[in-house]
């Protein structure tokens, strides 16, 4: 949870590794901007399991009603943490070493049927884009955040409509 938020946390934004942060930070800035108190933690799928297993389990009674897990590499921590929980999982391939994202984005995207995971873009983009679902998700029942979602939403249409380009 960020220094300025005092009340228990909506959305998860965990990582396999701190390598992952300058990824899902974007994420963590996505529902700062919207005000949807959320903590960040890494919990490693293959270095800690004991400890990713019984936060995924705790995750509901805790009060949050998404998980973003970002991984790279075998990128196992979205799938790992879906197959514990029932609280919604968005999984964000985060850019490897060689790969580009690439075999993180086929290991989070490819579940079995019955353990879902809600897979986005490799990198950044995914990472807020995941952010803005969960956001989505929670203006359902939240008529203020939903007017900052469509005021958003309203805001980007405006600066793609006062795009130009140069003349050739």
């Known amino acids: 949870m960020s220094d300025k938020q005092a009340v228990a946390p909506r959305v998860g934004v965990v990582m396999g590794s701190n390598s992952d942060w300058e990824v899902m930070k974007n994420a963590a800035a996505v529902l700062a901007e919207f005000g949807v108190p959320y903590e960040a933690q890494v919990v490693s799928a293959h270095r800690m399991p004991d400890d990713m297993f019984r936060y995924a389990e705790a995750a509901r009674e805790r009060g949050l009603v998404a998980i973003i897990a970002g991984a790279g590499g075998a990128a196992h921590l979205p799938g ?15 850019p490897s070493k060689y790969l580009r994202g690439e075999d993180s984005l086929l290991s989070i995207v490819q579940m079995p049927k019955g353990v ?49 380009l140069p003349a050739l």
Request: hydrophobic share 60%; aromatic share 4%; charged share 15%.
């Open 116 to 164: 879902p995971v809600a897979t986005f873009a490799i990198g950044e983009a995914g990472a807020a884009n995941a952010a803005l679902f969960a956001v989505a998700m929670l203006a359902g029942d939240d008529k203020a955040l939903a007017g900052k979602l469509d005021a958003f939403r309203a805001k980007q249409t405006e600066a793609a409509r006062g795009m130009t």
């Open 80 to 94: 790992m943490i879906a197959a514990k929980t029932s609280v919604p999982v968005l999984g964000v391939p985060v």
